[in-house]
């Protein structure tokens, strides 16, 4: 079975240009989370989506932060205007559903790296 | 809320040897799960092992077990006959019934193995 997929793995952007990260939750997983990771700040999760609809956003950090889950198969986190203090690693989890029991699997992760 | 602590910022191990690393945790949940998980230089996420909170009896997957001290709100990872391909960043995370979907991280553990 295919894992959580994210693209890009890498992505380098200059300051003020809009970001978008792409996330394929587990075929079947109805709840998927988006998480950062920085040295500063360590694993932080950002927002998560329950059968699509966004459950808690209280982890993104600003407005320029947004996320969608269109349908069950899609997920996207834009930037913009992104800045270099965004620069992480973002990962996309997803799991079949948001008790304690359901264990999160994670995608790769994609670089982000802002000029 | 939930805390996750990982004390050892750093550990290392000669290839074959055991080795256990520390985890505590503080909440004010009666149902949680806790999980560790290894992040290799690939950045992928994966799960190691996971422990209900309510069971008693400690997890084990293959060379790797857990010491679940429950009244200590301590979470212990021993590897053993360690292999090269352990070495990566460890992390300890808890998740419980009422934060729906978000797991809590620690700082996490660099595990160094020689050969």
């Known amino acids: 079975d295919a894992g959580v997929i994210q693209s890009p793995r890498h992505e380098v952007t200059e300051m003020g240009q809009e970001v978008t990260l792409r996330c394929k939750p587990i075929?079947?997983?109805?709840?998927l989370f988006w998480y950062r990771q920085t040295m500063m700040r360590g694993l932080e999760l950002l927002i998560y989506?329950?059968?699509?609809?966004?459950?808690?956003d209280s982890g993104m950090p600003e407005d320029r932060f947004s996320a969608k889950m269109p349908n069950a198969s899609f997920s996207t986190l834009k930037i913009q205007p992104s800045e270099p203090r965004d620069s992480a690693v973002y990962f996309c989890?997803?799991?079949?559903?948001?008790?304690?029991?359901?264990?999160?699997?994670f995608g790769p992760g994609t670089r982000l790296t802002v000029l | 809320a939930q805390t996750v602590t990982q004390s050892q910022p750093e550990m290392s191990v000669q290839e074959a040897e055991t080795v256990t690393l520390s985890c505590t945790y503080d909440?004010?949940?009666?149902?949680?799960?806790l999980f560790w998980y290894k992040q290799p230089p690939s950045r992928q996420m994966i799960l190691v092992i996971r422990?209900?909170?309510?069971?008693?009896q400690n997890a084990t997957e293959n060379r790797f077990s857990v010491n679940f001290q429950k009244a200590a709100k301590s979470f212990s990872l021993k590897i053993s006959d360690s292999q090269l391909g352990d070495a990566a960043m460890y992390f300890c995370?808890?998740?419980?019934?009422?934060?729906?979907?978000?797991?809590?991280f620690g700082q996490g553990t660099i595990l160094t193995v020689h050969p």
């Open positions: 422990q209900e909170a309510y069971k008693q």
């Open positions: 995370a808890c998740r419980s019934g009422t934060s729906y979907g978000k797991l809590t």
């Open positions: 989890a997803s799991s079949w559903g948001v008790t304690s029991t359901d264990t999160q699997y």
């Open positions: 075929s079947g997983h109805n709840s």
């Open positions: 909440t004010s949940e009666s149902d949680y799960y």
């Open positions: 989506f329950n059968n699509n609809v966004p459950i808690d």
